[in-house]
């Protein structure tokens, strides 16, 4: 798996652009990342093979995928064929449903069922406050009594959460969850040609805004 490909096609798609944004928490930031722009099947194919190609070299075991409504029910889809497809492994997946449906096999999770004693990997685009996650996690438990190992993400920002930790981390310490992505902020600033003045402007970001491993 080769971070600058992976950059290079984000940028390509138009999920990876760079000028001045506003994210949801009102803060500046010099990129922005938008996976609602993956939208043929050669980028949902060629993004699943990514997210494969990282739990494989995780070394995470697990007995099903579950993606959260609503991007991560295609991103789960395309993992889990990627992982048949390349790796030979035919894992079951899942994902829910934002309200739960009272007819026909009603229930809120389509796909697998999970039951007592399963481990779980979530698949996610771009982690910012953990809300998701955290309520994925409410919702799954009270299905069965699952443990939930590890979480995927494309592209880790490096940014402080509530406190001075990142997000990531925050989850990580408060769930004992294993957290991945396939590039992070340091891997983008590292694929600019040297005095490319992106580095410098994602640099100043990083030190008003990066977690406190990044001070």
Do not use: W
Request: charged share 25%; glycine share 10%.
């Amino acid at each position: 798996m080769n971070k600058n490909d992976f950059i290079n096609f984000m940028t390509e798609a138009g999920v990876l652009t760079f000028g001045d944004f506003t994210t949801k928490s009102g803060r500046k930031t010099p990129y922005f990342v938008n996976t609602g722009g993956f939208k043929t099947g050669k980028h949902i194919s060629t993004l699943g093979d990514y997210y494969a190609d990282c739990i494989i070299q995780s070394g995470e075991k697990y007995d099903a995928l579950y993606g959260p409504a609503y991007k991560g029910i295609t991103l789960a889809a395309a993992t889990a064929s990627s992982l048949y497809r390349n790796h030979g492994i035919d894992i079951p997946y899942f994902f829910n449903r934002k309200e739960a449906k009272d007819h026909g096999e009603g229930g809120s999770l389509i796909g697998y069922t999970p039951k007592d004693g399963d481990k779980l990997i979530i698949i996610e685009d771009v982690v910012t406050a953990g809300t998701a996650v955290r309520e994925s996690l409410e919702l799954l438990n009270k299905v069965a009594k699952i443990t939930v190992s590890a979480l995927f993400v494309s592209v880790d920002r490096m940014e402080k959460g509530v406190a001075e930790k990142s997000t990531l981390d925050e989850l990580r310490e408060e769930f004992s969850i294993n957290t991945y992505s396939i590039i992070n902020a340091r891997d983008i600033i590292a694929s600019f040609p040297k005095g490319d003045e992106r580095i410098e402007k994602m640099e100043d970001y990083l030190k008003k805004y990066g977690s406190q491993a990044q001070v």
